[in-house]
């Protein structure tokens, strides 16, 4: 037998070659060993069971979102894996197994739970075994599930993954339209108390109008703005008249009886009367001087003219103290006018601050009634929604590849226990010799 000690020039390393012809001389142990584990594993894979597996494949959906800045960016990739993996652990969840468990009445299925000598099995064991039987899992960096049922039946695994999908999309369904039945009921009782509120606010609008009688507001506040900017027109007018009336009332007061001052004053000069007159005692004054000349004093014709002339004198001071009355009673009616119209103009300017008052008020209530029936109609379109929505699924998960009946089973891994045996066998015969 060949020695393994180590030789001089390896140290103590051992000696390959020598381990090479041991191995080769107890070849027949390592043949028996590898023959051993080809039966053993023969044996294995004909008792073992063949498992199947279906495998059905879901989509989740996302919504569009704007996106404007790196920081909601990273938000929404979090929200997205949340949800992802919220769908992944809701396809395993106890409550959606127990779904499954009664809707397709698996508990009395022969090839779902065959019959044990300890009695019927608990819902808690049912849940556990058919939990044992799925397993979902979610595809790295993307948006897709995998949903595989493993049995020995291979058309039982297309029925458990069709049927857990099936019934998560209608657990989805049923909890949209039960949150629809929670919202309509919501919106119809808010819609009942705006109404009765919209009510109110119509009716103390409607009591205001009658109070006030401002069923034409909006005509009497264009009125009253109109008088008001007439009556400052007039006013304004009004008053100029009165200055310039005032200013030549002042003047005659000032020149009393003198005549000739007076006739200095426009408004005494400028009257017609006056100026006619004027012309009349220049006419004759030229006359007299034309008769001096040709006549004396004592002459009929002389001595007439001279008393044409002083009727004509005698008639401008009766037209320049007419004109003083004129311009007085002009300057009374002037202050008497304007003082009607400041009056006029203040109490015009009284109701438009009570018409100020009403509006403000007016609109307030309308305002409300505006706001009130916005609110009512708002909440009554909101139940039209929910009511037309309610029963349309939104599920945001939908079906990429249904289960189909797999034709070949994934369990036992045929060529992998193969290898895994001869390797076995190959190590066990090695190890025998190397002991012996």
């Not at 012309?279 to 001279?306: C, F, G």
Request: aromatic fraction near 4%; proline fraction near 4%; include cysteine.
């Amino acid at each position: 037998m060949p020695s393994l000690a180590p030789s001089p020039h390896t140290g103590h390393q051992p000696d390959l070659r020598a381990l090479f012809y041991t191995v080769r001389e107890r070849a027949w142990i390592v043949a028996l060993c590898l023959l051993l584990a080809a039966l053993g594993t023969a044996g294995y894979l004909y008792r073992a069971p063949k498992i199947f597996a279906a495998k059905t494949v879901l989509q989740v959906e996302q919504e569009e979102q704007k996106i404007l800045n790196i920081e909601q960016v990273q938000k929404e990739h979090l929200q997205s894996l949340d949800f992802l993996k919220t769908v992944e652990q809701t396809l395993k969840s106890r409550t959606l197994l127990e779904r499954v468990l009664t809707n397709y009445n698996l508990a009395k299925h022969p090839r779902f739970a065959p019959a044990s000598p300890e009695g019927p099995r608990s819902t808690e064991q049912l849940v556990t075994l058919l939990g044992d039987m799925v397993d979902v899992r979610l595809r790295k960096g993307t948006r897709l599930i995998d949903v595989q049922a493993e049995h020995p039946v291979p058309a039982f695994t297309e029925l458990i993954a069709n049927a857990l999908v099936r019934e998560y999309m209608r657990q989805s369904v049923e909890h949209n339209a039960s949150a629809s039945d929670t919202a309509t009921e919501f919106l119809q009782t808010e819609a009942i108390r705006l109404k009765a509120r919209l009510d109110q606010s119509e009716a103390a609008l409607q009591t205001y109008q009658e109070q006030s009688q401002s069923a034409s507001l909006e005509g009497r506040q264009g009125v009253i703005k109109e008088n008001l900017r007439d009556l400052s027109f007039k006013v304004t007018d009004a008053k100029s008249a009165r200055i310039i009336q005032e200013s030549a009332h002042e003047q005659i007061r000032q020149m009393g009886t003198n005549l000739t001052g007076l006739l200095v004053i426009p408004a005494v000069a400028n009257d017609p009367r006056v100026l006619e007159i004027r012309s009349q005692v220049a006419k004759q004054e030229s006359e007299i001087a034309n008769l001096t000349q040709r006549y004396r004093a004592r002459h009929p014709k002389y001595i007439q003219a001279h008393s044409q002339l002083a009727e004509w004198k005698s008639a401008l001071g009766i037209a320049i103290f007419n004109v003083t009355q004129t311009v007085r009673l002009a300057y009374q009616n002037a202050r008497t006018s304007e003082l009607a119209l400041e009056q006029a103009l203040r109490e015009q300017e009284t109701a438009a601050l009570e018409m100020g008052k009403q509006t403000v008020r007016y609109n307030e209530l309308a305002r409300d009634v505006e706001s009130d029936r916005a609110l009512f109609q708002s909440v009554l379109n909101r139940i039209k929604e929910t009511t037309v929505t309610k029963d349309i699924g939104s599920s945001k998960v939908r079906v990429v590849q249904r289960a189909a009946v797999p034709e070949k089973p994934i369990k036992p891994e045929k060529i992998k226990i193969i290898l895994m045996g001869l390797i076995a066998g190959l190590g066990l015969g090695v190890l025998l010799v190397l002991l012996l």
